[in-house]
């Protein structure tokens, strides 16, 4: 089992930045694609992005350019930095593991975090 809480989130202004994190607990992230998703009240879940376990990382043309999605294995954690933020960005982010290679999937997700909420002031 792995346990996943997010933190981070808030209230910024458009074109401002946050960092969210996502910390695990349980077992160790190193083996599994670690992605971010979004969901915006009476939307489906969006695919944000993937951090692969070989250390490379996928960002959804939606967020191309603005967002990073880094890890740190030996801190067990996952971040999601989020640059030139839009309101459209509006929504809860959560994080998710999986060791399904679909990672652009949400039901290939085996874990999920609780989410944390994310709202660009316009």
């Known amino acids: 089992q792995v346990q996943l809480v997010e933190s981070g989130g808030g209230l910024v202004q458009a074109g401002g930045s946050l960092r969210l994190s996502c910390a695990a607990s349980?077992?160790?992230?190193?083996?599994?694609?670690m992605g971010w998703f979004r969901q915006a009240p009476g939307k489906e879940r969006e695919f944000v992005g993937v951090s692969w376990s070989s250390g490379g990382a996928y960002h959804a043309d939606a967020v191309k350019g603005r967002f990073t999605i880094s890890r740190d294995n030996a801190k067990n954690t996952v971040y999601l930095q989020m640059n030139s933020l839009k309101p459209e960005d509006t929504a809860v982010y959560y994080c998710?593991?999986?060791?399904?290679?679909?990672?652009?999937?949400?039901?290939?997700?085996?874990?999920w975090g609780q989410g944390t909420q994310v709202t660009v002031a316009s």
């Open positions: 998710a593991a999986t060791y399904d290679t679909t990672w652009s999937n949400r039901y290939a997700y085996d874990y």
């Open positions: 349980g077992r160790s992230i190193s083996r599994y694609a």
